[in-house]
């Protein structure tokens, strides 16, 4: 059985950036149904006691596991994002090597954090942005839905919800703002340099 992680700060240290209430609904609310969703379907399958991670790569595509996928994917999903994510000034400096690699990959920092906003941005609907790590450096690619990094085997290092529930509440329909905030305020890059 799977547990609602705990997260790694109060329900209100993310403020002002991200609001206790944003976090009473997408963590307390939307990330708890995922969870008890993923429960219930698989009780009782051979899915029973496997990891997120087999789960999500076991269902990926076949059509009749797709709501354990989606469930799975987004239990992870929303794992990470939490993760990446931080109130400590400490953990909001980026190491030099995740900055190496920055500057390897998109010639910048600020044009990793344009890139990154473009991409998250231009995702229609529901979804994710992403930083991943592949054989050629790092890349920033956008997912519909629930799909993930895992599901199209790449290693996942930074994930950004751009899911409505993920900052309706404080932003709107500014998605842009949403986006520019966390980039600039709350991403806790020591975090992300952890699986370069």
């Known amino acids: ?17 991200m609001s206790d209430k944003t976090l009473d609904f997408h963590y307390g609310k939307h ?9 219930k379907l ?36 929303h794992n990470l994002f939490w993760q990446c994510l931080t109130p400590n000034q400490e953990e909001k400096v980026m190491p030099e090597n995740l900055k190496a690699a920055l500057v390897g990959s998109f010639g910048s920092q600020e044009e990793f954090y344009n890139k990154f906003k473009e ?4 995702q229609f ?21 629930a799909e993930n990094p895992i599901a199209l085997k790449l290693q996942p290092l930074f994930a950004l ?4 529930h993920s900052y309706y509440l404080d932003y709107q329909n500014r998605r842009g703002d949403f986006i520019d905030v966390v980039l600039h305020n ?6 992300v340099a952890t699986n370069l």
């Open 161 to 164: 919800d751009v899911w409505e």
């Open 42 to 77: 698989i009780t009782g399958t051979d899915l029973d006691g496997l990891s997120l991670e087999d789960i999500i790569v076991k269902t990926y595509g076949e059509i009749d596991k797709q709501a354990v996928f989606n469930n799975a994917a987004q239990v992870f999903n």
């Open 186 to 191: 709350l991403v806790n890059w020591q975090f």
């Open 119 to 122: 991409v998250a941005t231009s």
């Open 31 to 39: 990330h708890q149904t995922y969870v008890d969703n993923l429960n």
């Open 1 to 17: 059985m799977f547990t609602l992680m705990q997260l790694p700060y109060e329900k209100n240290a993310l403020h002002p950036y």
């Open 125 to 145: 609907g529901s979804g994710w942005a992403w930083l991943i790590k592949n054989e050629n450096g790092l890349e920033i690619i956008k997912t519909s839905n």
